[in-house]
């Protein structure tokens, strides 16, 4: 899995679990959704991501998709 599969997923399960807990328990948990969303947003535009950085410090390889190849 690439860091950037692993942000992805992070952020999927993040979300859904924020809007369950907002249903079932208290919608400030909207607030984590709300977090979530401006961070991917920030990421596209200044292009660091904090959970990236840790998945690379944790042996998560970068997308090869990113790399140029050189023959």
Request: proline share 3%.
């Amino acid at each position: 899995m690439s860091r950037q599969s692993a942000v992805h997923a992070l952020a999927g399960c993040l979300i859904l679990l924020s809007l369950g807990l907002a249903h079932w328990v208290s919608p400030w948990w909207l607030l984590l959704t709300l977090f979530v969303g401006a961070n991917l947003f920030q990421s596209g535009f200044t292009g660091f991501c904090l959970a990236e950085t840790i998945f690379g410090k944790l042996g998560l390889e970068d997308c090869s998709c990113d790399r140029k190849q050189t023959p």
